[in-house]
C-alpha cells in the first residue's frame, strides 16, 4: 500500500476536458494516466516517533501514543483489521504497518484473482491535511480490449452482434474504457466542430479547413466512417437477447444485471464510483492529463487513424485511467467498499465468460445472418 500521495498524471502541455463516455455517465466517470509520485510525509508525528523498536497494539484506538505513528490510511486499516482479526500482539510501528497493509491487500487481491480483461490496481492512499483516505482502482491496461470471436470468430453476426452490444452497454461501468460512439463523438469535435450529418461537416471543413469540395474521396465524413464499421459492431445487426442460444442469453441477462446492481449502489460506497471533484482534490494535476481512457472496445484494424488522432494526447502524457475512487472516513466502510468492489469483479468475469465463450457449442440453427 502507498505511504504517500499518487498524483495521477505529469503536468501537461494543454488543459482538455474530461472524456466523459455516454456509456459511462452513470460512474461520473471507464480511468485516469499514468502515476507520478510526490512524496509526502507518512504521518504528523515527530521525528522521535520513528524510532525503530516504538512497540503499538492494533486495536479499536490505533495508535493509541507516540503522537501519530501510523498515517491516516494506516490507521483506518489498522481499526478494520483489528475488527476482523481481534487482538494482536505488541509490534513495532514498520510491523504493524506491513501487517495492516497484507490484510487488505490480500483480501482484495483474493477477490482480484480472476480478473485477466485488464490488470487493475487497488490503493488507499492518505489525503493531504484534513482528508480522509481514499481507496482508488486503476486501470494499468491500454488499447484495444481483446474481443476473441465476437470479433473475428465465424458465429452468426446477429450474435456477434447482441454480444458487442452488451460489453457497450454494461462494460463502461467498471473499465475506464470507450466505444465507437464514443470515438466518433470525439473525431466529429476533432474534424467537423461537432457536425454529424455529411453537409454540415463539409460545409465546415470548407468555411474553416479550405478543404476542396470538388475532392470529396479524399474527405472523411461522417458517413464514410460509419460505413467502415463491421457488423457485428451494428446494433440493428443484433439478435434480441430472448432470441440467443440459452447459453449466451443467459451471460447476457447476468451481465446487464450486474450492471444495474452496481447503478443502485450507493455512490459513497462504490468501489466503482468516479466523481470527477473528488479526483481533482484528491490529485492536483488530474484535469491536465488526457481526457481519454486507456481501454477501447473500437476495433483498431478499422480504425487505427481515428484511434491514433484522439489517443495523442494520452501516448504523450498518459490516459485517464481511474476505474474508481472512494472516500473513506471511518473504517466500517471499507467492508461495504469490499462487497461492491466484489460486485464488479463479477461483471469483469462474466465479461470474460462471454468473450471467451466458444460459439461452437451454442448451435447452428440461426444461420449466419
Known amino acids: 500500500m502507498a505511504t504517500r500521495i499518487v498524483t495521477p498524471c505529469q503536468s501537461a502541455a494543454s488543459k482538455l476536458r474530461p472524456f466523459m463516455p455516454n456509456s459511462a455517465m452513470g460512474r461520473s466517470r471507464k480511468s485516469m494516466c499514468p502515476t507520478a509520485s ?104 491500454i488499447g484495444q480490449l481483446d474481443l476473441g470471436w465476437i470479433e473475428t470468430g465465424d458465429a452468426p453476426i446477429s450474435w456477434r452482434a447482441a454480444a458487442y452490444a452488451a460489453l457497450e452497454r454494461t462494460l463502461s461501468r467498471v473499465l475506464p474504457v470507450f466505444a465507437y460512439q464514443d470515438l466518433f463523438e470525439e473525431i466529429s469535435r476533432y474534424y467537423w466542430e461537432g457536425e454529424t450529418d455529411d453537409a454540415a461537416a463539409l460545409e465546415y471543413m470548407i468555411a474553416c479547413h479550405g478543404a476542396d469540395p470538388e475532392d470529396l474521396d479524399s474527405l472523411s465524413l461522417p458517413s464514410t466512417m460509419n460505413d467502415r464499421r ?22 447476457i441477462r447476468r451481465l446487464d444485471h450486474l450492471h444495474r446492481q452496481i447503478d443502485r449502489l450507493d455512490p459513497n460506497d462504490n468501489a466503482w464510483a468516479f466523481h470527477l471533484d473528488t479526483a481533482y482534490e484528491y490529485f492536483p494535476g488530474t484535469e491536465e492529463c488526457s481526457p481519454l481512457p486507456p481501454l477501447t472496445l473500437v476495433p483498431v484494424d478499422q480504425f487505427a487513424r481515428e484511434v491514433d488522432d484522439v489517443a495523442q494526447h494520452g501516448m504523450e502524457y498518459g490516459f485517464f485511467d481511474l476505474a474508481g475512487i472512494c472516500v473513506l472516513p471511518q473504517a466500517d466502510k471499507i467492508d461495504r467498499w469490499l462487497s461492491s468492489f466484489q460486485l464488479g469483479v463479477k461483471l469483469l468475469t462474466t465479461a470474460q465468460e462471454l468473450i471467451m465463450l466458444d460459439p461452437t457449442i451454442l448451435g447452428a440453427s440461426h444461420g449466419k445472418s
Open 38 to 141: 510526490r512524496r509526502q510525509p507518512v504521518s504528523a508525528s515527530h521525528r522521535s516517533a520513528d524510532l525503530a523498536g516504538r512497540m503499538v497494539a492494533l486495536g479499536a484506538d490505533v495508535p493509541a501514543i507516540f503522537d501519530q505513528p501510523l498515517a491516516l490510511h494506516h490507521k483506518l486499516l489498522g481499526r478494520w483489521v483489528a475488527g476482523r482479526e481481534g487482538a494482536q500482539e505488541a509490534c513495532t510501528r514498520v510491523e504493524a504497518r506491513r501487517r495492516i497493509e497484507r490484510a487488505f491487500r490480500a483480501v482484495a487481491l483474493d477477490i482480484l484473482a480472476p480478473v485477466e480483461l485488464a490488470d487493475l490496481r487497488i490503493a488507499i492512499l492518505s489525503g493531504e491535511e484534513n482528508q480522509s483516505p481514499v481507496v482508488t482502482i486503476t486501470c494499468e491496461s
Open 230 to 251: 463491421p457488423d457485428w459492431m451494428i446494433r440493428d445487426k443484433a439478435m434480441s437477447v430472448r432470441s440467443l442460444p440459452a447459453r449466451l442469453r443467459g451471460i
